[in-house]
T-cell receptor, first 114, second 114 residues
């Protein structure tokens, strides 16, 4: 069974640019959640996708957007990058069933905005 | 989701049991207690979760008080590789398709010493 994978592992962008981060969910999981973790802080919820629809959103501006594909992989897009967007971006997948909804995290993508 | 309180840091000797406390005095009847850990710069790793009964798996044991206002994560024989930030999270679980978010605090930095 393949776990959650994310790409790229590291990324450097400049302020104002746009970035796309990718996540492949664990086999059999139909729900993907994205989190942002600033240095020294716990992860903060960005949004969640369940069966290709947004299923909840945290306190992040609209320039943070996402997609989920029919194979349940997902993308996180951030437009007009700001310096404060520098963080570890984490993706987590879960089965999305009544009996089991534990979220399993990928290794993350570390984004540096200069 | 209910708020949790954890000590910012703890030390443990290698080979000894590590007991990590968590207070969640405002927990609701349908909220589960989840524990994750995060080794430096990696994605959070799921450890265990429970509702009201004590739980044990290959990684740890979870002891929840009868009034459910606090819990303790027990690592029975801590090793150096258990050095990590441990997060206690309370959330509604098992709602099928309404998976929603995990709310992380700052967690407890457990340092296992040789």
């Amino acid at each position: 069974e393949t776990g959650v994978t994310q790409s790229p592992t590291h990324l450097i962008k400049t302020r104002g640019q746009q970035v796309t981060l990718r996540c492949s969910s664990q086999s059999g999981h139909n729900t993907v959640s994205w989190y942002q973790q600033a240095l020294g802080q716990g992860p903060q919820f960005i949004f969640q996708y369940y069966r290709e629809e947004e299923n909840g959103r945290g306190n992040f501006p609209p320039r943070f957007s996402g997609l989920q594909f029919p194979n349940y992989s997902s993308e996180l897009n951030v437009n007009a990058l700001e310096l404060d967007d520098s963080a570890l971006y984490l993706c987590a997948s879960s089965p999305g069933t009544v009996l089991q909804e534990t979220q399993y995290f990928g290794p993350g993508t570390r984004l540096l905005v200069l | 989701d209910a708020k949790t309180t954890q000590p910012p840091s703890m030390d443990c000797a290698e080979g000894r049991a590590a007991n990590l406390p968590c207070n969640h005095s405002t927990i609701s009847g349908n909220e589960y207690v989840y524990w994750y850990r995060q080794i430096h710069s990696q994605g959070p790793q799921y450890i265990i979760h429970g509702l009201k009964n004590n739980e044990t798996n290959e990684m740890a044991s979870l002891i929840i008080t009868e009034d459910r206002k606090s819990s303790t994560l027990i690592l029975p024989h801590a090793t150096l590789r258990d050095t990590a930030v441990y997060y206690c999270i309370v959330r509604v679980g098992n709602s099928g398709g309404s998976n929603y978010k995990l709310t992380f605090g700052k967690g407890t930095l457990l340092t296992v010493n040789p």
